[in-house]
Structure formats: structure tokens, C-alpha cells
Antibody
């Protein structure tokens, strides 16, 4: 079955750029009907949708993070990635990659990665 | 885009039923039948429990059910079991291909 796995540095310095990769296994990232997503969860807090990307290249960002976020797709590697610039301690969170069914009258996240904790600290 | 409003905590005894509310606005919950619910046990990723207001994915117990009225969606868990103790999050489509989550509710099984 399809699985998602996040990878990237667990520690990022303030003002630098956070970069994460999600590797999709067991299925193609080019499958229609799915938006490949990033979601984060601050320690002890709720979930926050960051962005998603469709295999065709359509991209959607959370308006509150849009100015600092870049999401991209590498179909040759079956991966998608997240870059968050100018990070502060407030960006410390567990970052999940996820698969969102959408675009055909449905919008829900049906598959999650295990999550990776990213700490912003000097 | 503001977070959906959920109670911080709810509790119930084994065998009882509980309901968790999720209040949004006419721009999200009220406009679309696209509310989903997720269960999260400590240290694990969220799990889809309900989608499109009241549909259950394969493998999810029929003790879980969802509904919606106006700008408020609800998750009901009947026949409460110890394993249901977890955090629960609602999520709604909010237009323009965006999603918004609720703040989460901690369910305690007494």
C-alpha cells in the first residue's frame, strides 16, 4: 500500500530555511485525484494545513504562511518537498506529509506520514 | 482563515456516548459537506475517522458517526471504549482549494 515518509534536518537555526522531503512509496505521485500535502502540529497544539500540490503542478498555500512557503514536486523521484523560509521558534513543530483526496467534490486527508519534529533553535 | 472551534476536552464512561462539536462559519463548514474527522493517539499520526460529514472509511468502527447542522459539525462516538481515548480534530474545506482544521478535543474515557 502507499506509504509516506518525511526526511530532513531536525534542527534549523533561526532566520534560515527549513527544508523537508516526502518520499512516496507503493504508488505514483502522478496519480490523479490526490493533492500532496504538508501539515504541521506545534508541540501540544492542533493541526495546521500548510500547502499542497497536484501532480499537474497546481499549488495551494495557507494564506497565513504563503509568503514564506514553497512546495514542489519531483515525479522522477516520487517525492515532494517543503521549504519554509525565515524560520523562528514559532515554526518548531512536527511536520507531516500527507495525501489529500480532492478536486472531485471530495476534500479529506486519507493518508499521513509518521511526522518529523523540526526544532528551530540556535 | 480562522481555525474551527472545538471544545478543549470531553469525557465519558465506557459504554456511554459522547459528541464533539466543531463550529466554523458560512465560509467553510456551513458552505460545504466536506467536513472530516481525525483521531490522534499520543506520538502517532492522525487517522481519518469520518469524511464528507458522515462517511466512514473502511475499517472504522460504526460506533463513530458524523453530522452537520448549519455552521456546526459533530462527531459522535457511541459505546465508548478505552481505546477511543485520544485527541480528535475536525477539518473543513474552506473554498479556493484550502483546508482549515479545528483546535482539537481531548477525549478522556473515565
Amino acid at each position: 500500500q502507499v506509504q509516506l515518509q518525511e526526511s530532513g534536518p531536525g534542527l534549523v537555526k533561526p532566520s534560515q530555511t527549513l527544508s523537508l522531503i516526502c518520499t512516496v512509496s507503493g504508488g505514483s505521485i502522478s496519480s490523479g485525484g490526490y493533492y500532496w500535502s504538508w501539515i504541521r502540529q506545534h508541540p501540544g497544539k492542533g493541526l495546521e494545513w500548510i500547502a499542497y500540490i497536484y501532480y499537474s503542478g497546481s499549488i495551494y498555500y495557507n494564506p497565513s504562511l504563503k509568503s514564506r512557503v514553497t512546495i514542489s514536486l519531483d515525479t522522477s523521484k516520487n517525492q515532494f518537498s517543503l521549504r519554509l523560509s525565515s524560520v523562528t521558534a514559532a515554526d518548531t513543530a512536527v511536520y507531516y506529509c500527507a495525501r489529500c483526496r480532492g478536486g472531485s467534490g471530495d476534500w479529506y486527508i486519507d493518508l499521513w506520514g509518521r511526522g518529523t519534529l523540526v526544532t528551530v533553535s540556535s | 482563515q480562522s481555525a474551527l472551534t472545538q471544545p478543549a476536552s470531553v469525557s465519558g464512561s465506557p459504554g456511554q456516548s459522547i459528541t464533539i462539536s466543531c463550529t466554523g462559519t458560512s465560509s467553510d463548514v456551513g458552505s460545504y459537506n466536506l467536513v472530516s474527522w481525525y483521531q490522534q493517539h499520543p506520538g502517532t499520526a492522525p487517522k481519518l475517522m469520518i469524511y464528507e460529514v458522515n462517511k466512514r472509511p473502511s475499517g472504522v468502527s460504526d460506533r463513530f458517526s458524523g453530522s452537520k447542522s448549519g455552521n456546526t459539525a459533530s462527531l459522535t462516538i457511541s459505546g465508548l471504549q478505552a481505546e477511543d481515548e485520544a485527541d480528535y480534530y475536525c477539518c473543513s474545506y474552506a473554498g479556493s482549494s484550502t483546508l482549515v482544521f479545528g483546535g482539537g478535543t481531548t477525549l478522556t474515557v473515565l
